[in-house]
């Protein structure tokens, strides 16, 4: 079946505009979570939504937000941009949320703030 | 002092040569265990995982060891080959809780 799939896979946004990025997981899959991934702090966790409520959150400012679908697909967005926001965006799903079952990335979306 | 950026630690292994990868985890209540690989702009692809009550998994020339005594994981691969060059990644889970991640390892295969 299909894995996790990221749209745009690039984007180049300007300081102070928003951006929105999507993500679907794999077919089944009903927690869906977000990643930030950057030379210099690793991967590091955003949020994590199930069954469109949000279930975990990092240690990011309110200008990240996301949401989910009923279909379990899931948005996030950025809003002011800021040059350090430039990253890869991960998307991952799992099965399930709160337990032990294998989690799946996407290829990710690059996000270049000029 | 601040830190400027991750300095990765590195691996050189030689065609054939076996690999050995470790991972310090933090929390000692994680009772999951994800190894990812990551090739350059790709995202992580899940290789292998193993649960608290196991202290050894193999797969397919992959093999996860883990020591909850000092809160160790190692990632074994056997007959390394040149497409196993990428950043490894070992990821913990707290029962109910996120993921969280190391650094990473990069692992460079020399022909």
């Known amino acids: 079946k299909a894995g996790v799939t990221q749209t745009p896979r690039y984007l180049i946004k300007t300081r102070g505009q928003q951006v929105t990025l999507s993500c679907s997981p794999i077919s089944g899959h009903r927690s869906v979570s977000w990643y930030q991934q950057t030379p210099g702090q690793g991967l590091q966790f955003l949020f994590e939504y199930f069954s469109e409520t949000q279930r975990n959150k990092g240690n990011f400012p309110g200008r990240f937000s996301g949401r989910q679908f009923s279909n379990s697909r899931s948005e996030m967005n950025v809003s002011t941009l800021e040059l350090g926001d430039s990253a890869l965006y991960l998307c991952?799903?799992?099965?399930?949320?709160?337990?032990?079952?294998?989690?799946?990335f996407g290829p990710g979306t690059r996000l270049t703030v000029t | 002092g601040e830190s400027v950026g991750l300095h990765l630690p590195t691996l050189s292994v030689q065609e054939g040569d076996n690999s050995i990868i470790n991972c310090a985890y933090s929390?000692?209540?994680?009772?999951?265990f994800i190894w990812y690989k990551q090739e350059s702009g790709k995202g992580p692809q899940f290789i292998i995982d193993?649960?608290?009550?196991?202290d050894k998994r193999q797969g397919q020339r992959v093999t996860v060891l883990l020591n909850k005594t000092v809160k160790h994981l190692s990632l074994q691969i056997a007959a390394t080959q040149p497409g196993d060059s990428a950043v490894y990644f070992c990821?913990?889970?707290?029962?109910?809780?996120?993921?969280?991640f190391g650094t990473g390892t990069s692992l460079t295969v020399i022909p």
């Open positions: 991952a799903s799992s099965l399930v949320t709160g337990t032990a079952y294998e989690q799946y």
């Open positions: 929390n000692s209540a994680s009772d999951y």
């Open positions: 193993i649960r608290s009550n196991m």
């Open positions: 990821a913990e889970n707290p029962p109910g809780n996120q993921f969280y």
